[in-house]
Structures are given as C-alpha cells and as structure tokens.
C-alpha cells in the first residue's frame, strides 16, 4: 500500500506521475473548485500545483495531513508562504524546468514586436499584399534592457546576445560581479530606463516589484521603446502603459502575462500595437516534461525527510 497521498489539481505530465506512484497514491483533480478543494485537501499528505489553484490560509487550515505543497513551475505567488510557514507545511518549486522556455517565448516576442509578425500573418490569411508597410526594425546594434537577471533574465541575455545586442541589467538581488559573470552590464533602474531600446521584465511578483514599471518609470525611458514581459503579472502598471501605447511614446509592447487573468478583451490587449498570448511562457513539451520530473522527485524528498533542492518556504 502506497505511504502517502498526493492531490494533483492543475494536472502533471506522465512521468511525473509515474514518479509519483512509486511510492504514493496520486488523485489528479484537475480543475477543482476551490470550495470543493477544501472538501478533500484534508485527506492528502502533499499538494501539487500550477499557477490556477490559490493555496490559502483557508486550504492549509483545512489540510491536517498536509506536509508539502508543490509548485510545478517556478512562482509561488499564489501560495500563502507565511500561513503555510505557521502551519508547518514545506512549500517546494521546481525553477530550473522552465528557463528555457520563457527566454525562448522573449526572443519570440521581441521579434514579433519590432517585425510585426501578427500583423503580417494576418493580413496575408485576409488576402492581402501588403509588403511595403512591413518596413520593421531589427534587434542588432539595439540595447536591450533586462530587469530582473536570474535564471531566466540571464538566458534571454545569452540569446539576445547572438543578435549582437547591448545588455543593461538591473536587478538590486544580484551583485554587480555576478551580473558581469552572466553577460550583462550592471546598470541602476534609471539608467537601464534612459537607455534601452527594448526592455524585457524577469522577476517575482512581490510587493517590491508591484508595478514596477509604473507612469513615472515609463516617462524616463526613450521615445519609441518596446516593453516585453513574459514574467508575472502585475510587474507593469497596465494603464501606465495602456497610456504609453496611446501617446505613442512606447513604440509596442508584447505581453505573455497580465494582473488579472484571463484578461478579457481590454483596451490594452486589443491595442494594435500589443502582441498578447495567454500565459505560455513554461508550455512547451519540454519544459512540462523537465517541471514534472522535478517537482514529483522533490515532493517525495520531502515526504521521506530528505534533503531538497528547491525549497521555498
């Protein structure tokens, strides 16, 4: 008889399960209401997640048995760190799964932007030939600034280097030298703001970084900058760049995150001059395969007393 039980609500890969099932019974529920959540989290040992499920105080307090909660996927912003710190439960998540696959997404919608593929697509598919109005920009010679230069702002950085770009980066959490190690130029918010022709935004959403690209931000960077994020929602100010857009200042911007999703058809994800996609940025064969293999060896470390590799809280 498997030792524990592990709830998945946001679905996992095979063999992550198969991982699982070694040495535990897996319920998937993919999709679970929260309310019904509260009916059943009692029953298991361990949680895994996505980034839809909310783990509150509310389901912690509801989980007696509960022993570690794993995030398939790198941010933790919709688990309660603090209350799961004070009912004593570890709160794991596998970071490294996914880098590849949101620089990969960044360089995608840098090019989109400064080309305007999705235009282009789609008035080809509407019969149209419009090749004169296509005179885009390229990314060589251009400084791209990255702020936020972890794992994954440091990976957009090598890429965006083999179109021979400039890097600034600003992040106030790594040392100058490390910047330096990881191929970008250590810089001040301020200056990576004057400076950049195209800013790409990498980090946590945490009280620090709350819109943190916000109205006065925008003001000091240049004329006709393009804004990338494929980070968390709520790191950019959506009516300061909505603003932006409209005044012409900010040349386009392309968004795989937003502050609330799904968003809807807001002013700013039908702006002409945004690209949207649907929070993509870790869905690629890949990077699900890479996040349930870690995330299901991980929860099992931490069931067994084992040492962890990717503890959060």
């Known amino acids: ?30 999709g679970i209401s929260a309310e019904d959540l509260l ?10 997640v996505r980034g839809r499920t909310k783990v509150t105080e509310s389901v912690l307090a509801a989980a007696p048995h509960l022993k570690v909660v794993g995030r398939a996927g790198v941010g933790v912003d919709n688990i309660d760190l603090a209350a799961a710190k004070a009912y004593q439960v570890t709160v ?7 880098t590849v696959a949101v620089a990969e997404l960044t360089l995608s919608l840098m090019l989109s932007l400064v080309r305007e593929l999705p235009r282009a697509d789609a008035s080809m598919k509407a019969g149209k ?12 010679g251009k400084t ?27 992040d106030p959490l790594v040392s100058a030298e490390e910047i330096k190690k990881r191929g970008g130029e250590p810089v001040s918010l301020d200056e990576l703001l004057a400076a950049a022709d195209m800013i790409t935004m990498h980090m946590p959403l945490t009280a620090d970084s709350r819109n943190l690209l916000n109205a006065e931000a925008l003001a000091k960077t240049k004329a006709g900058v393009y804004i990338v994020c494929a980070a968390r929602g709520g790191v950019i100010d959506e009516e300061a760049l909505l603003a932006a857009l409209n005044s012409g200042h900010a040349a386009g911007a392309a968004l795989d995150v937003f502050a ?6 807001t002013e700013l994800v039908a702006h002409p001059h945004v690209i949207d996609s649907p929070h ?21 470390n931490a069931l067994a007393g084992k040492p962890l590799r990717w503890k959060v809280a």
């Open 1 to 30: 008889m498997a030792a524990w039980k592990v709830l998945l609500t946001d679905g996992l890969e095979e063999n992550g399960k198969e991982i699982l099932r070694s040495a535990a019974e897996v319920t998937d529920q993919s």
């Open 39 to 48: 009916k059943v989290v009692g029953q298991y040992d361990a949680l895994i």
């Open 92 to 98: 794991v998540n596998s970071p490294l799964a996914t």
């Open 129 to 140: 030939w419009l090749k004169k109005e296509f005179e885009g920009r390229e990314l060589f």
């Open 144 to 170: 791209l600034g990255v702020i936020g230069f972890g794992r994954i702002g440091s990976a957009v950085a090598t890429r965006a280097k083999a179109f021979e770009m400039k890097i600034l980066a600003y």
């Open 260 to 265: 609330n999703e799904p968003p809807g058809a």
């Open 280 to 300: 993509i940025g870790a869905q690629t064969v890949e990077a699900q395969a890479r996040a349930a293999n870690d995330i299901a060896e991980e929860i099992l």
